[in-house]
């Protein structure tokens, strides 16, 4: 193999600092197609602890690719999706024939870097930022053979969701899913795992038909009632095959507007299952003709729920029981909501990143004058982190900050970041704990989105957490989107289809 392909490989294993142990579990086995390639250096010098680590990779690599030879042959697909998330959490893809797929997955797919750092500008991609230089370039899509998977609604078609890289070999350091991995690598090394799952408010609507100057969206299902339920049938059906269970579906508050819950899962899993869901969702929509929207337009809330827990890193006990009472966060799980409550200024900014989902936060302040604040309550749905124990799940918070736009990698990484922080500073919230959430007055959440981006902008934890390189360029994109703000209703229909 050559050293270019050497380099790529270890660049994304590159973001998991050297000194930290072996992950365990799921997100050991997600490493597997990393460790594949590694092991197909041999212009690299290894100790004995490496080419222990370097046989052992190599094994789990050929065996891996072994049985999905094997399932590519027993149900005869021909197409291999390498799908990537962009910054927007919408999939980025290259299909290949099958015949290239060994090929591809040891060496990796080119894929313009562009596409992964789109805006959401319909009349100009490309934001005015010092890494635009690159803007161009192309990126190397390394697969995780972990996520292999058949789509029931793609015919003979399966897809592996990759990571990005450099062609010289460097992580693409605006890539959420390597930055979820980091922050996942590093709870796991101070022997902690996450429990999470996400929760989300989407529209179906139907075909559209003109009535007059107007243009109508019938909706798929109804407040009281579901209108077409072979079609969520079939989405549920799909999903649980592909890996993402769907716990619950339910109408919701607007025409057309259903909640979907996802089982948890540990690890980059269920930000896995959450990026499948939005994918999914609406390829199927389309063979139904309906749209399926995640796009958070005014008058309209979308949520973007992240029920999560933390336990050891095993994944055997639930760290946020405290054994006391049932609906009491233990020490760590104080401390972590602590951090969650401390950084929910720029988390605000991570997790509702549209103009349009800030809406919903807006619509709350009558007073221009009056603050936002960032709450915390148990059982109580108001507050921005909920503290729940009920429906048959351990002891867990619901993080509330998020539309149904933001990135569900992004999301879980800038939970992660905010919880550590708070458990490393030993942060203490006991006096805000013993107040109701309408009491509480310490966490100011900016209501426009510019100056959610100056809060993130100055939260040096939160930036050094995700990378100066990935904070930097959301902002940049971000502030080009304020500026090339659109009001007319056609961008609305375009991004209906996009988000």
């Not at 957490?465 to 500026?483: D, H, N, R, T, W």
Request: aromatic share 8%; with cysteine.
């Amino acid at each position: 193999m050559s050293m270019i392909h050497s380099r790529c490989a270890a660049a994304a294993a590159h973001l998991c600092p050297p000194t930290e142990p072996a992950l365990s579990g799921k997100q050991k086995h997600n490493t597997d197609s990393t460790l594949g390639i590694m092991s197909l250096m041999p212009d690299v010098n290894y100790d004995k602890e490496n080419k222990a680590i370097e046989f052992s990779g190599n094994l789990r690599f050929f065996s891996a690719m072994e049985q999905i030879k094997q399932q590519i042959a027993r149900e005869n697909i021909n197409f291999v999706r390498f799908e990537a998330t962009d910054l927007h959490g919408v999939s980025r893809s290259k299909t290949v024939p099958v015949r290239f797929f060994h090929e591809k997955a040891i060496y990796g797919v080119p894929m313009p870097r562009s596409y992964l750092e789109l805006t959401l500008s319909p009349k100009s991609n490309e934001v005015d930022h010092a890494s635009t230089a690159i803007f161009s370039s192309d990126v190397l899509l390394i697969p995780d053979l972990s996520t292999f998977r058949v789509l029931p609604w793609a015919e003979q078609t399966a897809r592996v969701i990759c990571d990005p890289c450099t062609v010289t070999g460097s992580p693409l350091r605006t890539s959420p899913r390597l930055i979820a991995k980091q922050l996942l690598a590093q709870l796991q090394s101070l022997g902690f795992s996450l429990h999470s799952s996400f929760t989300y408010e989407c529209c179906v609507l139907g075909a559209p038909d003109r009535i007059g100057p107007k243009t109508l969206l019938f909706p798929a299902t109804t407040l009281l009632s579901n209108h077409d339920l072979p079609f969520f049938q079939q989405l549920v059906d799909s999903m649980y095959c592909i890996g993402a269970d769907i716990d619950s579906i339910a109408s919701a508050s607007g025409p057309g507007q259903m909640e979907i819950n996802l089982r948890p899962e540990f690890g980059i899993a269920a930000a896995d299952s959450a990026f499948t869901l939005r994918t999914g969702i609406k390829e199927m929509a389309r063979k139904h003709s309906y749209i399926a929207s995640f796009f958070t337009d005014d008058g309209l809330y979308n949520a973007g729920v992240l029920s999560h827990s933390l336990w050891d890193a095993n994944g055997r006990r639930s760290l946020f029981q405290s054994g006391e009472k049932t609906a009491d966060l233990s020490e760590i799980g104080r401390k972590w909501l602590a951090g969650l409550l401390t950084h929910s200024a720029a988390l605000s900014c991570l997790m509702s990143p549209g103009l349009g989902c800030r809406s919903h936060i807006a619509r709350t302040i009558k007073d221009p004058k009056q603050m936002l604040y960032a709450t915390c309550g148990c059982n109580d749905n108001s507050s921005s982190f909920n503290i729940k124990c009920h429906g048959g799940r351990e002891t867990h918070i619901d993080n509330k900050l998020g539309s149904a736009m933001a990135n569900p990698y992004i999301v879980l990484a800038a939970t992660v970041a905010a919880g550590l922080d708070g458990i490393r500073r030993n942060l203490n919230i006991e006096n805000i704990l013993n107040k109701a959430p309408g009491q509480q007055r310490e966490f100011a959440i900016p209501v426009k989105l510019d100056n959610a981006l100056e809060a993130l902008a100055e939260d040096h934890v939160i930036c050094n957490s995700l990378g100066e390189p990935f904070v930097q360029y959301f902002i940049a994109m971000k502030k080009f989107e304020i500026e090339t703000q659109e009001l007319d209703d056609e961008r609305n229909k375009c991004l209906e289809y996009f988000i």
